[in-house]
Every structure is written in structure tokens, then in C-alpha cells.
């Protein structure tokens, strides 16, 4: 159950789109599509912000999108906004019936 | 409102047990799978367990297996988990989440979490 690989961090000018990878394998990202993003900001609890790949929760901005292509997904934020800075992470489903977290990125707006 | 409130932790030597509970409520509790979640003091998030809707079937990370056990109340609208054998590993803030109605895929709801601190 090792963890899926994120950048630690990423960047991006207010107004920009950034990208997010994160990579598995054929046994979790790449078998399924039950991959799910979450934002974390200092000191509070998760939030939910993509599943099932691209599925936005009621609630949450248009400016957060999700895709995947083989053993790697996606979060997209576009026009980059400075409430935007936070730890970002995914998670999947795996072939195990086990669920397993990204390593987490820290989205800076500079 | 969903809310969940997790409750139960502290500080626990080496080689102790804890018992971590999450009371839930705004939402029909026995139609969802649950889980518990951690985070170490600045490390990412850790699945823990889950648990389905009836309690007919848990699974837990390969780090926890056989030390921690997940159970549920329906009837109090209550999440536990309890933990042996605690290491300094085991060190978090314990989360509480919501899964889906069939499955844990997503964790849709969280509580503000529980601190548990291992050391002597």
C-alpha cells in the first residue's frame, strides 16, 4: 500500500491554471475510476473536492477539475485565486478493497 | 447539517490502548460506510479502516491490521475504533469521514478530528 506519488509543491500567479499529477498504478489510479482530490487548509480538516475523477460535489467552484489518463490523474485549479493556497491530496480505491492517499502538494499563490 | 464529532483521544504510553468515538449526526447514519483517517503532526493523510453500512465487513491499512479494530452503533449513531499496541508511529490527529452509501470511495464529510499522542 504505497502511497501515490504527488509533486510536494506547486505554483502559480493569481489568475493562472495549475496542474496537479498524481500517480499509481494499474492496481489503484489505473484500475479504477474512484479517484477523489482533497483540499486541506492549515489546521482544519479535509475538504472533498473532486470523485469519482472529474465529479464535482454540490458547493464547489467550477474552477476545480479532475481527469486521469492511465495510471495518473489530474487536478486542474484555474484562475488560481489566493484561497486557493493549500495542501492538496488524492486518494484512490485499490485492488486490495483498501483506500490509499497521495503524498500531498502544497499549492503556493504567489 | 452533517456533522461528525470525533472524541477519545489523549496521550497513551507505548504498548497502550485507546478507544476513539465519532458521533454523527444530520444524516441517516446506518445508510453509509465510515472510515477513519490520520494524519501525523505535518505528514499527509493515512487511511485507516472502514466499515460498511451493516458492519458486515471492515478492512484496515496493512500498518494497523491486527492492532486497531473498527466497530459501529447504529443505533447511537456512533463510529469507534479502537487501538492497541500503540507505537510513536501511531502518533495523529485521528479523522472521522463519511464514506459512500455503497462503498468507501470518497469521504465526503469530515469531523474536526482527535489528537492521539504516543509517548511515555
Known amino acids: 500500500q504505497s502511497a501515490l506519488t504527488q509533486p510536494a509543491s506547486v505554483s502559480g500567479s493569481p489568475g493562472q491554471s495549475i496542474t496537479i499529477s498524481c500517480t499509481g498504478t494499474s492496481s489503484d489510479v489505473g484500475g479504477y475510476n474512484y479517484v477523489s482530490w482533497y483540499q486541506q487548509h492549515p489546521g482544519k480538516a479535509p475538504k472533498l473536492m473532486i470523485y469519482d475523477v472529474s465529479n464535482r460535489p454540490s458547493g464547489v467552484s467550477n474552477r476545480f477539475s479532475g481527469s486521469k489518463s492511465g495510471n495518473t490523474a489530474s487536478l486542474t485549479i484555474s484562475g488560481l485565486q489566493a484561497e486557493d493556497e493549500a495542501d492538496y491530496y488524492c486518494s484512490s480505491y485499490t485492488s486490495s478493497s483498501t483506500l490509499v492517499f497521495g503524498t500531498g502538494t502544497k499549492v503556493s499563490v504567489l | 447539517q452533517v456533522q461528525l464529532v470525533e472524541s477519545g483521544g489523549g496521550l497513551v504510553k507505548p504498548g497502550g490502548s485507546l478507544r476513539l468515538s465519532c458521533a454523527a449526526s444530520g444524516f441517516t447514519f446506518n445508510d453509509y460506510y465510515m472510515s477513519w483517517i490520520r494524519q501525523a503532526p505535518g505528514k499527509g493523510l493515512e487511511w485507516v479502516s472502514y466499515i460498511t453500512s451493516s458492519s458486515g465487513y471492515t478492512n484496515s491499512a496493512d500498518s494497523v491490521k491486527g492492532r486497531f479494530t473498527i466497530s459501529r452503533d447504529n443505533a447511537k449513531n456512533s463510529l469507534y475504533l479502537q487501538m492497541n499496541s500503540l507505537s510513536a508511529e501511531d502518533t495523529a490527529v485521528y479523522y472521522c469521514?463519511?464514506?459512500?452509501?455503497?462503498?468507501?470511495?470518497?469521504?465526503?464529510?469530515w469531523g474536526q478530528g482527535t489528537l492521539v499522542t504516543v509517548s511515555s
Open positions: 469521514a463519511r464514506g459512500g452509501t455503497a462503498a468507501a470511495l470518497k469521504f465526503d464529510y
